[in-house]
């Protein structure tokens, strides 16, 4: 149980595109869903708390504008990198907390973004 | 704003030799999880500990949680090439559920 997934896996887009990323809980309910960052050889970067049917909330130094959130069920959250550059070119990976009021994440397998 | 600091930061080591990775924190944890994560993946959670003075082994994996819930450490028996990965610690920041990642053990068993 507590499957994440994410789609896609791998992506590549121009510069100035914009780049939707989907996390999906496939057997449960994820009130809460968090969005990380990671840059090669380095570890894990918290970006946002999505929580569903309220607007997301980010680090500080997280552009809300830039990497737009949408959690419109409990079981799917949405990650949209808008204008992308290629500084934008990281590992994303998403988790989803359950059950309700424990600290256990379980991610998912992340997404590749290359911009180019 | 804590701090999560994992040490070594990287470690290479023959097939059946014994090592300890730790985690330590600038205050005390609420509870730490231990996350192994291979290249292109997501991480997979190995172990919760909440309790201080707390042991817990997994197969070949002995976690162990400070007395004074500001440190844990991860010791693998006789690693195998199949323990090759990334070692993340990570705790819940209270109230929020919010995770603070470690820095990183970044394990390599030689064949």
């Known amino acids: 149980g507590a499957v994440v997934s994410q789609h896609p896996s791998r992506v590549i887009c121009k510069s100035g595109t914009s780049v939707k990323i989907e996390c999906r809980s496939l057997?449960?309910?994820?009130?809460?869903m968090f969005w990380y960052r990671q840059f090669p050889k380095q570890s894990l970067m918290l970006m946002a708390t999505?929580?569903?049917?309220?607007?997301?909330?980010?680090e500080q130094g997280v552009e809300k504008d830039k990497f737009l959130i949408n959690h419109a069920s409990l079981t799917l959250s949405t990650l949209t990198v808008t204008s992308a550059h290629p500084e934008d070119s990281s590992f994303y990976i998403c988790?989803?907390?359950?059950?309700?009021?424990?600290?256990?994440?379980?991610f998912g397998p992340g997404t590749r973004l290359t911009v180019l | 704003t804590q701090l999560l600091e994992q040490s070594p930061q990287f470690l290479s080591i023959q097939e059946g030799e014994n090592l300890t990775v730790y985690c330590n924190s600038s205050?005390?944890?609420?509870?730490l999880q231990w996350y192994r994560q291979e290249p292109g993946e997501g991480p997979v959670l190995l172990v919760t500990?909440?309790?201080?003075?707390e042991v817990k082994k997994l197969k070949r994996l002995t976690f162990q949680f400070g007395d004074a819930r500001k440190d844990s450490s991860l010791h693998i028996t006789a690693a195998q090439p199949g323990d090759t990965g990334l070692y993340l610690c990570?705790?819940?920041?209270?109230?929020?559920?919010?995770?603070?990642f470690g820095t990183g053990t970044r394990l390599k068993v030689l064949a």
């Open positions: 988790s989803g907390q359950a059950p309700v009021g424990t600290d256990t994440q379980y």
């Open positions: 057997d449960f309910q994820a009130t809460t």
């Open positions: 999505s929580n569903e049917g309220s607007k997301a909330t980010y």
């Open positions: 205050s005390v944890f609420s509870s």
């Open positions: 500990v909440v309790t201080g003075g």
């Open positions: 990570a705790e819940a920041t209270s109230g929020t559920y919010k995770y603070i």
